[in-house]
């Protein structure tokens, strides 16, 4: 059972490819979003999977929402990925055409990163080593915590350390004697 990474993405392309990925994804005898925009080039194959996509499996739990601005169309919102971004599947579909654009946010704290990549220029960060200035100044740090809410859960984390801390029983050592 992998750790689930959650993921928001805007997809954007010409209407007809937006269309065709979101009916593929949609059809049942298909696999989804992933297969969608990196087919894979057989059956799927663990190896394959995770050089070609960055990820074990296609995504899951989604609730994307699909719809139509002008000529082209969009892909949004959120989903679940195998311990990972699927970072491999949004670059090779950024380079089947130029037209494509994609902005994906990850977080996955429980192996302690998160990311953010705009049309592939990808950059990941320890959530660990965030500080509060990143989540509330900078761009790329307050689009992730919109996206996940990560100073909740940096608040949430600390108290209930604060109460695991209170519940265990304080031990007084006796300075005089050596520490064994």
């Known amino acids: 059972m992998p750790n689930w990474c959650s ?8 209407a007809k490819e937006i269309k065709r990925v979101w009916d593929k994804m949609e059809d049942e005898s298909d696999n989804g979003l992933l297969s969608a925009i990196a087919p894979l080039k057989g059956s799927w194959e663990y190896n394959e999977a995770i050089d070609h996509w960055g990820t074990k499996w296609d995504i899951q739990d989604h609730s994307l929402t699909h719809y139509q601005e002008d000529d082209s169309g969009i892909i949004e919102g959120y989903f679940e990925s195998a311990w990972g971004p699927p970072t ?21 704290p429980g ?4 990311g953010s990549s705009d049309n592939g220029e990808f950059e990941q960060f320890e959530c660990s080593a965030m500080t509060d200035a990143f989540l509330t100044q900078d761009k790329t740090g307050i689009a992730l915590d919109e996206a996940f809410s990560i100073q909740s859960d ?4 600390a108290e209930e350390d604060r109460q695991y801390a209170l519940s265990e029983p304080l031990t007084l050592l006796n300075p005089e004697e050596e520490p064994q």
């Open 88 to 108: 491999e599947a949004i670059a090779h579909w950024l380079n089947s055409n130029d037209e494509h654009k994609a902005h994906i946010l990850w977080y996955e």
């Open 7 to 14: 993921n928001h993405v805007r997809m954007e392309g010409p």
């Open 154 to 157: 940096r608040e949430e984390w």
């Open 111 to 114: 192996n302690d990163f998160c």
